[in-house]
């Protein structure tokens, strides 16, 4: 913590006393306690790995031993292995001395089945050895047999001493055919394994005193040592990218002139701002057509006001190759859904998975007709609806599954039904902006020269694919001098959010939703930036409000409107210089403001 290396923890304090050890660790304000606990793992010996080396001598197939280092899984395979040799062994002895004494048992009980007969022989017999081969030739036995049956004491043909023997000869057979079938089963065997090894617990085994965990150190990942924050990823128009934390771009209040966001040289503008989290996969489509893909916290962190690095030191795309669009992906579930549109009104619907895996070079996504390019991809569930809107200010909304799934070789379908022509007499009007529907939304229209307004979905009615869609914007303020520009960008947000406005000059500004006057469908809306001569807005980035932290407030509830000014709560300049300029931009929302629409919307 002292080197810096550790920069989410606070204070450390050692109470340690006479009952143990303790240390309290304690964290700064929105660290993430399992993150903290990871890297202390990884840098500190909180925990330790240590090596066994399990060196063991081993016989080969010939019974010569040599010593060898072996794995955890091979030494116990070799002591399984060890030990079903010793009990097949065993097996195999006790198996012969029992079948050797059933054997002398079943001449004893043939003598004394003839016990007369026996009797008379031994008495006939001059010696031992006549005695035991009138015995072996007459009652057919073995010489082990005759010798025992010579070798029996007379109290042994009593009738209980008799009995004795017709019960030890029925447990030996009985432990004959256990032994035999023992050795005709090798799980027998393994089971036996199990048997002996829990009779040894029980003899000898006491408490464990260690405590067997996982090798987290081993496991950690490096998105394990990452923070899961909210994060900007902005694309320029000469392919730079950068990531920065999304607390870095301060809430200001509508009509700021916001803060530096990107450092631009030459001609180089904004194209893209996408909002995502540290810990998602982004999905990069390029204009021909292809998706690559990388780990969010891959991307290089850099400072609000920093350039970035180049595209092509992350991804592998081609010479001349541009990226259209991006995707930020939390997981890749089977039922999830990647639907891209093109600027000229194609849609197509692909199952996740089929991104699941994209090789460094990168993948086909969708075929793309000339002159066409892949603009817009939102991740769905199958069940969403889409809304489309126009440059010219049309949108049309309808149910995803308008859409059937395809391979990723597939072209696509018709959208939407693009009207107007140029002065060439082709369509002049392309697709902006592209989203997901949700009730609990609004549709939120940013213009080219900073005005914008929100609007209940409800007021757009579901259409059918391939339709004209309905009017979202006073066609008759879009051209001209002092008019509001053709549409940017399309979100929809919920009125708890926050957005972040990036200029093609880089001037980022930081508002929230609801501080967006709420106006009808066919208004122009009210101006959100004031923007310089010959700068206009590039992209629009929605972030929610439950994953950011507050920032940017002054402790006596003030907001900064990125000019050098601070603006109460309410939206009263403190300065003299600061009122000027809210009159100034009252005085442009009040110019901006369209009348009353025919569907008794307000402006």
């Not at 080969?60 to 010793?86: C, M, W, Y």
């Not at 036995?141 to 004491?153: G, H, K, R, T, V």
């Not at 055919?177 to 003899?203: C, F, M, N």
């Not at 005085?587 to 402006?603: C, I, L, T």
Request: net charge neutral.
């Amino acid at each position: 913590m002292r080197e810096g290396r550790l920069d989410q923890i606070s204070d450390l304090r050692d109470e340690s006393d006479r009952r143990g050890l303790s240390i309290i660790i304690e964290l700064k304000r929105g660290a993430q306690p399992r993150k903290v606990l990871n890297q202390l793992f990884k840098y500190t010996v909180l925990q330790s790995t240590f090596g066994v080396q399990l060196l063991a001598l081993v016989a080969d197939e010939n019974g010569r031993s040599e010593p060898r280092t072996l794995t955890l899984k091979r030494a116990l395979q070799l002591f399984i292995e060890h030990r079903r040799s010793v009990i097949t062994r065993r097996t195999t002895f006790e198996l012969a001395k029992a079948r050797a004494r059933a054997h002398i048992l079943d001449g004893l009980l043939i003598a004394l089945a003839n016990l007369d007969q026996v009797i008379r022989i031994i008495r006939e017999s001059a010696d031992a050895e006549t005695a035991r081969q009138n015995l072996m030739g007459r009652l057919n036995l073995s010489e082990p047999q005759a010798q025992a049956i010579l070798d029996m004491q007379l109290r042994r043909l009593a009738a209980l001493e008799r009995l004795k023997i017709e019960e030890e000869h029925a447990e030996l057979l009985k432990t004959i055919a256990h032994y035999e079938d023992l050795l005709a089963h090798p799980k027998k065997v393994l089971a036996l394994i199990q048997s002996d090894l829990r009779d040894l617990v029980e003899r000898y085994g006491d408490e464990r005193r260690t405590r067997l965990v996982p090798d987290a150190a081993e496991d950690l990942r490096d998105e394990d040592l990452v923070p899961d924050e909210a994060v900007l990823i902005s694309i320029t128009a000469r392919g730079y990218i950068k990531r920065v934390a999304a607390k870095e771009y301060r809430t200001q209040g509508r009509g700021g002139r916001g803060v530096t966001g990107q450092g631009l040289r030459g001609e180089d503008e904004v194209l893209y701002l996408v909002p995502a989290r540290s810990l998602d996969t982004l999905l990069f489509f390029s204009d021909k057509g292809k998706v690559y893909s990388e780990r969010v916290y891959q991307i290089p962190d850099a400072g609000r006001a920093d350039k970035g690095v180049a595209l092509t030191n992350i991804l592998a795309i081609s010479s001349g190759e541009q990226i259209t669009a991006a995707l930020p992906v939390p997981s890749f579930d089977d039922g999830s859904y990647c639907v891209m549109v093109t600027r000229n009104g194609r849609i197509k619907r692909v199952s996740m998975s089929e991104f699941a895996a994209v090789r460094p070079s990168g993948l086909i996504a969708t075929n793309l007709e000339e002159g066409d390019r892949l603009g817009w991809a939102k991740l769905t569930d199958g069940r969403k609806e889409i809304i489309l809107i126009t440059e010219r200010g049309k949108a049309l909304r309808y149910a995803e599954d308008a859409v059937r799934a395809m391979g990723r070789q597939a072209a696509g379908v018709t959208a939407i039904a693009l009207k107007g022509e140029d002065e060439a007499g082709g369509v002049d009007d392309y697709v902006t902006s592209v989203d997901v529907v949700d009730e609990a939304c609004e549709l939120l229209v940013v213009t080219r020269n900073g005005y914008g307004k929100r609007t209940p979905l409800s007021e757009y009615p579901a259409k059918g694919r391939a339709t004209g869609g309905v009017l979202t914007l006073d066609k008759h303020k879009i051209d001209g001098e002092g008019g509001t520009g053709i549409i940017v960008a399309a979100r929809v947000v919920h009125p708890d959010d926050e957005l972040t406005i990036i200029s093609t000059a880089g001037l980022a500004l930081r508002l929230k939703v609801r501080d967006i006057r709420r106006a009808g469908r066919a208004t122009m809306g009210t101006r959100l930036i004031n923007l310089r001569e010959a700068d206009t807005v590039a992209s629009v980035a929605r972030l929610a409000v439950a994953d950011l932290a507050p920032v940017g407030e002054a402790p006596n509830g003030s907001r900064d409107n990125g000019d050098g000014a601070e603006y109460s709560a309410s939206g009263t300049a403190v300065p003299a210089e600061a009122a000027t300029l809210e009159a100034e931009a009252a005085a442009a929302d009040g110019a901006g403001e369209s009348q009353p629409s025919s569907n008794g919307a307000g402006a």
